[in-house]
């Protein structure tokens, strides 16, 4: 069992910049990949991020590439989703999500593959 939560979310004017953070517990964190998501109202929820169980590669949506950064810390058990230069259209609830495949080589791009989420942090930004 895998408990994620996140934090950081808030209003921001156009070009400015949140840090998010999920705190996971449970389960060996340092053994699986993880990844940020988020939803808009009336959207399917989708990929925004994610990170190898190691940290040693990441991935992006196009949508957000350049913008925000991923990183994660095994010995804190988090990982963070720092967005710069934002945009009204990144207004979403933003979820962290754990796949528990045993230190894969790559991540999943869709929201069925991971097992665990947390309860989702609200960002908007105002134009």
């Known amino acids: 069992q895998v408990q994620l939560v996140e934090s950081g979310g808030g209003l921001v004017q156009a070009g400015g910049s949140l840090r998010l953070s999920c705190a996971a517990s449970?389960?060996?964190?340092?053994?699986?990949?993880m990844a940020w998501f988020r939803q808009a109202p009336g959207k399917e929820r989708e990929f925004v991020a994610a990170?190898?169980?190691?940290?040693?590669?990441?991935y992006y949506a196009d949508s957000v590439k350049g913008r925000f950064t991923i990183s994660r810390d095994n010995a804190k058990n988090t990982v963070d989703l720092r967005l710069n230069n934002l945009k009204p259209e990144d207004t979403a609830v933003y979820y962290c999500?754990?796949?528990?495949?045993?230190?894969?080589?790559?991540?999943?791009?869709?929201?069925?593959?991971?097992?665990?989420w947390g309860q989702g942090t609200q960002v908007t930004v105002s134009s």
């Open positions: 999500a754990a796949d528990m495949s045993y230190r894969r080589s790559g991540v999943y791009y869709t929201t069925g593959e991971y097992e665990y």
């Open positions: 990170v190898t169980w190691s940290g040693g590669r990441t």
């Open positions: 449970g389960r060996a964190f340092s053994t699986y990949a």
